[in-house]
Structures are given as structure tokens and as C-alpha cells.
């Protein structure tokens, strides 16, 4: 009988790893069936990582996204699952045990049916609570290793590791290899040995196409037993992304695998949907290097969807370095030159900070201290000298316990500094806060939400939350939404520059205002200031529903227009004076966030 390979459409991370956002709750629902219609998967990722957090600060709100996006797939019987970073929940840090715990009956309410819980240092201690946890709220724990390649991460410490996480109540087993660099033989003898021991386990696999290997990878795995693959599709699939589900399942099928056909006309309707959502203004944050793979990443162990973040830093500092190495008669670096330079650093000190997994926030961490110790050597300083306060948390034991040994300069450094080393639990450190959140949004008398979602947001992303409810979220993402709109089209190569008038402005910038309308023709009057001259109001002047905005003085005489909402104007399309027809509109007023 032939063994069959299921696959998970990993629709959050193939936005997450190309560019910064993902789609909003409308282009989400719209989505959502064609996948069905596709009728090659059995499983789709629908949330978790960053994607919440970046609805937050893009003005949305990630509940409806979530409720959204799975409603369909569950209607469907395909699981939703979503990613989970243990200790750090859905965000770059420790959170509190009460908030942990209380985010997955939130989201098992929401209709994600399995939790993929991992630790960027592979410590159990930051995965078994949550997989107790996730399966009390009714939800499939998918206790995850982070896979990569060093003289720690062999075989036997994997296959040791999933042990650890399966005696203690794992429901199924995901290899998260992040940067694509695992090996194929070794993750086929990771997969196996498990499938020898815990036949019944569902094993996931979970790689990036960046380096090379996922493909042979993928093969590997399924030959040693895997149960299900990740996968993506076009326009963001391969690149620093993920295999396609049209090689995969081709493959798997030449192989003698039992897999499910794919609905071509679904495929190019998701394709076409998909691509849709990145010229509507997800493209913007899209670095087109991610859509390249490399086989640097290999020697460097940094996972691909970095890349456009790490060459935005580099940019930012390369003038500094060249400028420090000029002062001290050294010969300035080319780009690629100093990118060499980085990749090395990264390889030199990854060992010596503890050989961590490089995921987030890890990879970031380690990048960090590799870019800054570039800069400490162009001004002759000594390396690790700027390292910041998050990656000397992790260093300390305050994030969990280290994969490897620190080198002996790191933990002197550390001494000198007077710092302390943390071996308890890193969890003890992070008091509970939910009652603190409880009392203020009964202060503030903010909803507390559907199932105490809007509770567990706030108390999750408390800054996001804050700025989201404010609307200054959604008036900051407009504003840099714009500056790229404007940045993209003056690059466009032979394309004219345009510049965006008031009115494109006002409905990039405020997309929800609504139009004041003229109910009678003649002329506006704004104002009526026999002092001095009378001028139509300033922009951001605030009104209260039923409060005089203007008049229109006509034939008949003056007819009054009271503001239709609690609101502030946003745009004036008719000056003073100016004279209007019956239904023209004479300016714009946006409501306050409720």
C-alpha cells in the first residue's frame, strides 16, 4: 500500500518570509475558498508568528482575521494551524504564564485547530508547558524542533530531543527547518528514528527553499516516514520562501508516494488572487531579494527571509564602516565585500554566543552582534562591545538554556560587567499580568471581546493594542504606505513621476472617511467671520455629530450641513465661496475609532 504524503498550504509564512505584512481580513475571505478549491490540502497555516501583530500595526484587527481565514477551512474539515513561539507566545518576548495560557482557548475559539509551539534554543522547558496547556483548551500540540546544522545539532541530539517532547505529552512532531540549511540524510535520520519508536506520531516538515536543499530534503523526509509537508505557491513560492506544491507533489508522486491531485484552475485563481494582494499594497514591504535563493546562506546558517531586513542594516552602516576604515588609512569595503564580511562574522561567533538556533528572535540577536562587531572593528574597538541588553537576556540563561557552550571571552565579558547567569526557569522571571489588563479595559471601558479575544491582544501586544485602538496605527501605516507608493513610482524606469495629489493622499492616508455632500446648489460657506476672512476649517478640526459644519447659501436661501458623526475633516474638495451643484461633494470627515 502506498504511503501517503499530506499537504499544509503555509499561507502566513509565505507573506512572513517575503515581505513584512500579510493580507487584511477581506482579501483573506476572498482567498480562502480557492484554496479549498484547489483540493490538495489537508492542513493550511492561518496565523501565529508576527502575522497578529502586524494587523495591529497596520490598523486592523487580528481577531476578525483569525475567525476569518479559518471559518472556511474549518467548514472545509481542513486543519488550521498556526505558529507559537513557547515562551515568547506570538511576540519577540517573554510573555507571562497567565497570558500563554489564556492565548490558546483564545485561539482554539477562533477555529485554529493545531498549535505549533517551538523554542529558538530547543529548550523543553519553554515547549512543555505549552503543549499541557494547548491540549487543556482542546487544541493538537505540535511540539517543534528548530533544525540547523553546527557540531551541537546532530542527529542523536534531535532524535533525543523529540523523546523529551513526546514523553511529555506532544501530540505530533514538526521539523522547523527555518533556514533550509538541515542536511537531507540527517533530517531522514531524525524522521526515522522517531517512526521506529512512536509509529503513530504525526511527523510535519517545515523548510525554506533559500540555500538549495529543501527539495531533497522533502524527499528524504517523506521516504523516512513524514506525514505531511509544508508547502507554498506562486507568486511566493521557492526564493527564500518555500518549495511549490506543484514540484513537491510531482515528485512525491514519480517517487510512488499516494498524493492529491492539484485543481490547476484553482491553482492559477489563487496564484492570480494572490499576486492582486501584493500590487494592492503588500508589495511595498516585499524585498525582491527574497525571491532569489543563495547558497551563501549555507555556510552562514542565517535563515533567507532575513535577507531584506539584513541588507537594510547593511546598507545603514556601510557608509559608517568605510568612513571609520578611511580615517585609519584601511581600504574602503564594496557591499558585497562587507556582506562576505557579515556572513563570516556570523560563522565565526555563532559557536562562541552559544550555538542557538537562528530563528527568531535568535537570528536576529546573533546578526546583530555580528554587524556590530564589523562596526567595533572599523573604529579599533574590541569585539562584543556593543552588544545590546536583549542579546545579553539570552546570553544569561533569561530566554533558556544555551544548545552549546558560551566561549570562555563571552562568559569574562559577562564578569566584568557584573552581570549574573540564570539557570531556573526562565518563565519564573515573567510574573502574571492578565489582572492587570482586566482592570484597565474595565477603566478605559474597552469590550473585552468575543471569548476575551480584544483582553488577550492587549495584554499580548500591549503598545500595538494602545496605538491600533488610538488609530494612530492606521494613520502611521498610511503615511509610510504612501512614502513607498511615492519611492516606488519615482523609480519605476521610464515611467513619468507622479506626484500624489490632495486627493490621492486623502484616500491613502484616510480610507474610511466619508463625503460631506452638497444637498442644494450655490455657494459654500464654511464660515462666517465678519472680522476676518472667512476660510474653510483647518485640516484635523474636530466636530461632534450634529454640531454645524457648514452652509450652502442658494436660491431658496441657506441651507445648514451638521456634521453626520463624532469626526474630524480630513479633506476639503470646495473653497469658501465656491460655487456646488446638488450632490457634489465639498469635503471629507472621518468618524473616531470606536
Given at each position: 500500500m502506498k504511503?501517503e504524503?499530506?499537504?499544509?498550504?503555509?499561507?502566513?509564512d509565505?507573506?512572513?518570509?517575503?515581505?513584512?505584512?500579510?493580507?487584511?481580513?477581506d482579501?483573506?475571505?476572498?482567498?480562502?475558498?480557492?484554496?479549498?478549491?484547489?483540493?490538495c490540502?489537508?492542513r493550511?497555516?492561518?496565523?501565529?508568528g508576527?502575522?497578529?501583530?502586524?494587523n495591529?500595526?497596520?490598523?486592523e484587527n487580528?481577531?476578525?482575521?483569525?475567525?476569518?481565514?479559518?471559518?472556511t477551512?474549518?467548514?472545509?474539515?481542513?486543519k488550521?494551524?498556526?505558529?507559537?513561539r513557547?515562551?515568547n507566545?506570538?511576540?519577540?518576548?517573554?510573555?507571562?504564564a497567565?497570558?500563554?495560557?489564556?492565548?490558546?482557548?483564545?485561539?482554539?475559539?477562533?477555529?485554529v485547530?493545531?498549535?505549533?509551539?517551538?523554542?529558538?534554543?530547543?529548550d523543553?522547558r519553554?515547549?512543555?508547558?505549552?503543549?499541557?496547556?494547548?491540549?487543556?483548551?482542546?487544541?493538537t500540540?505540535?511540539?517543534?524542533?528548530c533544525?540547523?546544522?553546527?557540531?551541537?545539532h546532530?542527529?542523536?541530539?534531535?532524535?533525543n530531543?523529540?523523546?523529551?517532547?513526546?514523553?511529555?505529552?506532544?501530540?505530533e512532531?514538526?521539523?522547523k527547518?527555518?533556514?533550509?540549511?538541515?542536511?537531507?540524510?540527517m533530517l531522514?535520520?531524525?524522521?526515522?528514528?522517531?517512526?521506529?519508536k512512536?509509529?503513530?506520531i504525526?511527523?510535519?516538515?517545515?523548510?525554506?527553499?533559500?540555500?538549495?536543499?529543501?527539495?531533497?530534503?522533502?524527499?528524504?523526509?517523506?521516504?523516512?516516514?513524514?506525514?505531511?509537508?509544508d508547502?507554498?505557491?506562486?507568486?511566493?513560492?521557492?526564493?527564500?520562501?518555500?518549495?511549490?506544491?506543484i514540484?513537491?507533489?510531482?515528485?512525491l508522486?514519480d517517487a510512488?508516494?499516494?498524493?492529491?491531485?492539484?485543481?490547476?484552475?484553482?491553482?492559477?485563481?489563487?496564484r492570480?488572487?494572490?499576486?492582486?494582494?501584493i500590487?494592492d499594497?503588500?508589495g511595498?514591504?516585499?524585498?525582491p531579494?527574497?525571491?532569489?535563493m543563495?547558497?551563501l546562506?549555507?555556510?552562514?546558517?542565517?535563515?533567507?527571509?532575513?535577507?531584506?531586513?539584513l541588507?537594510a542594516?547593511?546598507?545603514?552602516?556601510?557608509?559608517?564602516i568605510n568612513?571609520?576604515?578611511q580615517?585609519?588609512?584601511?581600504?574602503?569595503?564594496?557591499?558585497?565585500?562587507?556582506?562576505v564580511?557579515?556572513?563570516?562574522?556570523v560563522k565565526?561567533i555563532?559557536?562562541?554566543?552559544g550555538t542557538?538556533?537562528?530563528?527568531?528572535?535568535?537570528?536576529q540577536?546573533?546578526k546583530n552582534?555580528?554587524?556590530?562587531?564589523?562596526?567595533?572593528k572599523?573604529m579599533?574597538?574590541k569585539?562584543?562591545?556593543?552588544?545590546?541588553?536583549?542579546?545579553?537576556?539570552?546570553i544569561l540563561?533569561?530566554?533558556?538554556k544555551?544548545?552549546?557552550?558560551?566561549?570562555?571571552?563571552?562568559v569574562?565579558?559577562a564578569?566584568e560587567k557584573?552581570?549574573e547567569?540564570?539557570?531556573?526557569?526562565?518563565?519564573?522571571?515573567y510574573?502574571?499580568?492578565?489582572p492587570?489588563?482586566?482592570?484597565?479595559?474595565?477603566?478605559?471601558?474597552?469590550?473585552?471581546?468575543?471569548?476575551d479575544?480584544?483582553?488577550?491582544e492587549?495584554?499580548?501586544?500591549?503598545?500595538?493594542?494602545?496605538?491600533?485602538?488610538?488609530g494612530?496605527a492606521?494613520?502611521q501605516?498610511?503615511?509610510?504606505?504612501?512614502e513607498?507608493?511615492e519611492?516606488?513610482?519615482a523609480?519605476?524606469?521610464?515611467?513619468?513621476v507622479?506626484?500624489?495629489?490632495?486627493?490621492?493622499?486623502r484616500?491613502?492616508l484616510?480610507?474610511?472617511a466619508?463625503?460631506?455632500?452638497?444637498?442644494?446648489?450655490?455657494k459654500?460657506l464654511?464660515d462666517?467671520?465678519f472680522?476676518?476672512?472667512?476660510?474653510?476649517?483647518?485640516?484635523?478640526?474636530h466636530?461632534k455629530?450634529g454640531?454645524?459644519?457648514?452652509?450652502?447659501?442658494?436660491?431658496?436661501?441657506v441651507?445648514?450641513i451638521?456634521?453626520?458623526c463624532?469626526?474630524?475633516?480630513?479633506?476639503?474638495?470646495?473653497?469658501?465661496?465656491?460655487?456646488?451643484?446638488?450632490?457634489?461633494v465639498?469635503?471629507?470627515?472621518?468618524?473616531?475609532?470606536k
Open positions: 504511503k504524503i499530506k499537504f499544509s498550504l503555509v499561507y502566513r509565505m507573506w512572513q518570509s517575503s515581505g513584512k505584512y500579510v493580507p487584511r481580513k482579501q483573506l475571505a476572498t482567498i480562502a475558498p480557492v484554496i479549498v478549491d484547489m483540493g490540502f489537508d493550511v497555516e492561518t496565523n501565529g508576527a502575522s497578529e501583530q502586524v495591529l500595526l497596520y490598523g487580528p481577531n476578525q482575521a483569525v475567525r476569518t481565514f479559518t471559518k477551512f474549518n467548514d472545509a474539515n481542513i488550521t494551524h498556526m505558529l507559537d513557547g515562551l507566545a506570538l511576540r519577540m518576548n517573554p510573555v507571562p497567565d497570558v500563554r495560557q489564556w492565548m490558546y482557548k483564545v485561539k482554539h475559539a477562533q477555529g485547530d493545531i498549535t505549533r509551539i517551538f523554542c529558538g534554543l530547543n523543553p519553554n515547549i512543555i508547558p505549552s503543549i499541557k496547556w494547548a491540549k487543556q483548551a482542546g487544541m500540540a505540535q511540539a517543534t524542533m533544525m540547523t546544522y553546527s557540531a551541537v546532530t542527529a542523536e541530539y534531535y532524535i530531543l523529540a523523546e523529551v517532547l513526546i514523553e511529555n505529552g506532544a501530540d512532531i514538526c521539523l527547518d527555518m533556514a533550509g540549511i538541515g542536511r537531507p540524510a531522514g535520520t531524525v524522521v526515522r528514528a522517531i517512526k521506529e512512536h509509529p503513530d504525526i511527523i510535519q516538515y517545515h523548510g525554506h527553499s533559500g540555500p538549495g536543499f529543501s527539495t531533497a530534503s522533502m524527499l528524504e523526509v517523506a521516504k523516512a516516514g513524514c506525514d505531511v509537508l508547502v507554498a505557491m506562486e507568486p511566493l513560492s521557492w526564493g527564500m520562501v518555500h518549495p511549490d506544491v514540484t513537491i507533489q510531482a515528485m508522486k510512488g508516494f499516494l498524493v492529491k491531485d492539484i485543481n490547476m484552475k484553482a491553482y492559477m485563481e489563487a492570480r488572487l494572490t499576486q492582486s494582494f500590487d499594497f503588500l511595498y514591504w516585499i524585498d531579494r527574497n525571491s532569489k543563495t547558497s546562506l549555507v555556510g552562514c546558517g542565517l535563515p533567507g527571509g532575513m535577507m531584506g531586513s541588507m542594516d547593511l546598507k545603514g552602516i556601510h557608509a559608517a568612513s571609520n576604515l580615517k585609519r588609512g584601511e581600504k574602503p569595503l564594496s557591499e558585497d565585500e562587507l556582506l564580511e557579515l556572513f563570516d562574522e565565526r555563532w559557536p562562541m554566543l542557538p538556533c537562528l530563528v527568531t528572535p535568535f537570528s540577536y546573533v552582534a555580528a554587524l556590530m562587531n564589523l562596526f567595533s572599523s579599533g574597538e569585539p562584543f562591545s556593543r552588544m545590546d541588553p536583549a542579546m545579553w537576556g539570552m540563561g533569561k530566554s533558556g544555551l544548545p552549546g557552550e558560551l566561549a570562555p571571552e563571552i569574562e565579558l564578569k557584573g552581570f547567569f540564570y539557570t531556573d526557569d526562565p518563565q519564573a522571571l510574573p502574571d499580568e492578565l492587570r489588563f482586566i482592570k484597565e479595559m474595565e477603566e478605559l471601558g474597552w469590550d473585552r471581546g468575543k471569548d479575544e480584544e483582553l488577550f492587549f495584554a499580548m501586544h500591549e503598545k500595538q493594542y494602545r496605538e491600533y485602538k488610538s494612530l492606521k494613520e501605516f498610511n503615511k509610510d504606505l504612501l513607498r507608493m519611492k516606488a513610482q523609480g519605476t524606469a521610464g515611467a513619468p507622479k506626484h500624489f495629489t490632495a486627493a490621492d493622499k484616500a491613502i484616510h480610507p474610511d466619508e463625503a460631506i455632500e452638497a444637498p442644494c446648489g450655490g459654500v464654511w462666517l467671520d472680522n476676518e476672512k472667512s476660510t474653510a476649517p483647518a485640516h484635523g478640526k466636530y455629530e454640531e454645524w459644519l457648514c452652509a450652502i447659501q442658494g436660491s431658496r436661501g441651507e445648514n451638521e456634521a453626520f463624532n469626526g474630524r475633516i480630513v479633506g476639503i474638495e470646495k473653497q469658501q465661496g465656491q460655487v456646488v451643484a446638488k450632490g457634489d465639498i469635503g471629507w470627515i472621518e468618524a473616531d475609532k
